[in-house]
């Protein structure tokens, strides 16, 4: 009779994107729990590891001759398939076909019957003890039980140290985005996810853009109806005019209500003169506008 395999809980994982920070968080911060049952040991089940690996060999060879049997089965019915048209008008060839079927049935039988005895006790013809079997499968079980209990109480636990972990993590970030250092050391790729996460805080639906061909938006926001792209520059330099003619037409092109250029280096005074022309459907984001933000001192105006 089959037995069905449980299905074991998963691995603990966080729910969002932030889970490799707050597995490292907790892994940093927190002290797992002892174990509450002592692992199973090998002495108490009077074992060594040579018994353990004795036995593993031994398993490796059932595991063998059940394959070599079925191989066996399938090789020989296929070579007696194309045979006999071939002999059977012959007496003397049919009758050494038959033995030989007699035969090879006759031995793979046997090594099926071998194999079936060894996969009920792998340890019957390996020359040991005869309880070494019992004990071998004794501790491995408990092992397995002992694995999963410990995975299980280590899920809950960290678990339960998530919501601490994001509280901390969140206070760290959000004493770090109010300072330029943090902004000016991102990468173009962080930049984008800390500026998704600025216009998610106040309101804002974000979608996050494929890194090639997009026309040079980043971010696409929705609010009240109004679709808003966002291109953002992790830039030292002041951002040149191409950059906002460019999103400009991309805005038109899509057909959305409002274009945004982020840069942490700032404009130039031609982009700033094109950007106020159009200063219904564009607006400007420098690094002290990011931190007027960061710091709550007020919420962009698009």
């Known amino acids: 009779m089959r037995h069905r395999r449980r299905k074991q809980k998963k ?12 597995a490292l968080h907790i892994g ?8 509450s049952v002592p692992e199973p040991r090998l002495e108490k089940f009077r074992l060594t590891a040579t018994d353990l690996t004795t036995a593993d060999g031994v398993i490796l060879r059932h595991k063998l001759k059940a394959r070599r049997a079925s191989l066996g089965f399938v ?58 079997g019992d004990r071998v499968t004794s501790f491995r079980r408990a092992k397995i039980e002992w694995d999963t209990h410990e995975k299980n109480r280590l899920f809950t636990w960290r678990k339960s140290k998530e919501p601490e972990a994001r509280a901390a993590i969140a206070a760290a970030r959000m004493a770090a985005i109010q300072q330029a250092q943090f902004w000016t050391e991102l990468s173009g790729h962080e930049f984008e ?47 040149g005019p191409h950059f906002i003619r460019d999103l400009f037409g991309t805005m038109h092109h ?3 209500n409002h274009a945004v250029l982020v840069c942490t280096g700032g404009f130039s005074e031609e ?15 420098g690094l ?3 931190l007027k933000w960061a710091n709550r001192r007020g919420n962009p105006e698009m």
């Not at 020989?76 to 090879?104: E, K, Q, S, Y």
């Not at 982009?271 to 984001?285: I, S, V």
Request: hydrophobic share 45%; net charge neutral.
């Open 28 to 35: 940093a911060h927190f002290a797992a729990p002892s174990p």
């Open 11 to 22: 691995s603990w994982k966080p729910s969002d994107d932030d889970s490799l920070a707050v």
């Open 193 to 239: 996810q800390e500026m998704g996460r600025l216009f998610e805080e106040i309101g804002y639906e974000v979608q996050y853009t494929p890194p090639t061909r997009d026309e040079g938006v980043d971010l696409i926001l929705r609010k009240s109806g109004k679709i808003y792209i966002v291109q953002c520059k992790q830039h030292a330099k002041p951002a």
């Open 75 to 132: 090789l020989g019915g296929a070579v007696l398939l194309f045979l006999l048209p071939l002999v059977i008008d012959t007496n003397i060839a049919w009758v050494v076909l038959t033995i030989a079927l007699a035969f090879w049935i006759g031995s793979a039988m046997h090594e099926r019957i071998v194999a079936e005895r060894l996969k009920l006790n792998p340890f019957l013809t390996a020359g040991l003890a005869s309880d070494l």
């Open 254 to 256: 899509r057909r959305a």
């Open 288 to 290: 002290d506008d990011i």
């Open 271 to 285: 982009t700033r003169r094109f950007a106020e022309k159009n200063k219904n459907t564009l607006t400007l984001f």
